[in-house]
């Protein structure tokens, strides 16, 4: 994959030149939407490699020992773990459905003409999904939380 | 016999400010300055200018340069959006300053408009606005962007079908402004990225009917550091001043790789 990062969008990326500056410190360029997806695309591509990294590893655990197991899932039964899952199923949903898009823009012919419309279609399938999804993965530890048994 | 001798002004001025014509409001322009012999860190400085909102953003940059100080850098040439020397970062994008209007960066009503103008992005600044194009033009040279034929000169003209020459028209609008390529945040990073502006000049050749050299292009752009570098931000599709839809030409060249379909 390209070496370029979403951290290197503000600072001018240019390695010192001989006789130039690398005119660093510059404004943030303000780009196309298709630059904005792209940085989250790549924002999101990460943070699902944490979380699978982190999976990977705590399932593992199962084969090491099943009671260590069991005492990690259980440390994961608490509100804050359960916002970082809805943020986890936002961030994987934008990647996949993001993801298509691009395909589209790559291999159907008039993809790059139609990008922005694809953004937006993305976006409301992405609200449509994640309002009710939130919900219902929410529902229950706000309910834990504010006593609405 | 007594002779005054007037102030000389500064090189490139010209001295005493002209009249401020009606109907002109004033305009900061923010300008980031590099000068090579003194500074070792690109800063920021602004000019109060009187503008008109049918000035061109060249306009301010003229008057700060003639009238307020001379020793401002920057390249232009005809002034008309054909030559393609004044790309410039105006308000955060890629613009030419000769084709982007005041009236357009006006703030809201009552409120005061200041401009921001910066050096593209990702080549080496020399000074001010002016950067070192040779990387640009080094990529530019390297997709061999002429007629590539086999075999005898015909006697007369190589014919060619308007559907033929449709394919590759929108990429003969190219001024090699840099825009696109300076806009594009892979080059930012990775200058051996043959650019945008490189790809499109390929494209303009390898759709061209009477060109025979389409293969050979395709195996310079057929890298790492070639088409399959971009990551269809499309800010070099935004960028553009000629209106070239340049990602969907990158993606035409990636298409004619993978089917090897030209």
């Given at each position: 994959?390209?070496?370029t990062t979403a951290s290197e969008l503000g600072t001018g990326g240019a390695p010192a030149r001989e ?71 936002g961030a994987v949903l934008y990647h996949a459905l993001n993801g298509i898009r691009v395909m589209l ?23 449509l999904v994640m309002v009710p999804g939130a919900y219902f993965m929410l529902a229950r530890t706000i ?7 | ?262």
């Amino acid at each position: 994959m390209a070496s370029t990062t979403a951290s290197e969008l503000g600072t001018g990326g240019a390695p010192a030149r001989e006789g130039g500056s690398r005119g660093g410190g510059g404004t943030l360029y303000r780009g196309d939407l298709g630059m904005w997806t792209w940085v989250a695309h790549r924002i999101t591509g990460v943070l699902t490699f944490f979380f699978l990294l982190v999976h990977v590893l705590d399932t593992a655990l199962v084969r090491v020992s099943p009671n260590a197991y069991d005492k990690t899932i259980e440390l994961y039964k608490n509100p804050l773990v359960n916002l970082m899952e809805v943020g986890l199923v936002g961030a994987v949903l934008y990647h996949a459905l993001n993801g298509i898009r691009v395909m589209l823009v790559d291999f159907w012919s008039k993809g790059p003409k139609v990008q922005r419309a694809m953004f937006w279609v993305i976006a409301g399938i992405w609200l449509l999904v994640m309002v009710p999804g939130a919900y219902f993965m929410l529902a229950r530890t706000i309910s834990e939380l504010f006593g609405g048994h | 016999m007594t002779a005054t001798v007037e102030k000389a002004p500064t090189a490139g001025s010209r001295g005493s400010q002209p009249p401020v014509p009606e109907g002109a409001t004033t305009i900061t322009v923010k300008i980031r300055r590099f000068n090579p012999e003194t500074d070792t860190e690109p800063c920021w400085e602004s000019f109060d200018v009187p503008a008109l909102p049918t000035d061109r953003v060249l306009n301010l940059l003229h008057y700060v340069k003639w009238y307020l100080d001379g020793t401002l850098t920057f390249r232009r040439s005809c002034a008309h959006g054909i030559c393609g020397s004044d790309a410039m970062r105006i308000n955060g994008v890629n613009r030419l300053a000769c084709k982007v209007l005041v009236k357009d960066l006006l703030a809201g009503a009552g409120k005061h408009t200041t401009i921001t103008v910066e050096p593209i992005k990702g080549l080496p600044v020399h000074k001010d606005l002016l950067v070192d194009m040779e990387p640009f033009f080094e990529a530019y040279r390297a997709v061999k962007p002429f007629l590539i034929t086999s075999g005898n000169e015909p006697t007369r003209e190589r014919i060619q079908s308007a559907a033929d020459r449709e394919r590759f028209d929108d990429t003969t609008k190219c001024i090699l402004c840099a825009a696109c390529t300076t806009s594009c945040p892979v080059f930012w990073s990775e200058q051996r990225y043959f650019g945008p502006a490189a790809i499109v000049n390929a494209h303009r050749f390898i759709f061209d009917s009477r060109d025979e050299g389409a293969e050979e292009r395709l195996d310079i752009l057929n890298d790492v550091d070639g088409v399959w570098r971009c990551r269809t931000t499309f800010n070099c599709t935004d960028a553009c001043p000629r209106g070239i839809q340049v990602t969907k030409a990158i993606q035409e060249v990636k298409r004619a790789l993978l089917f090897r379909r030209v």
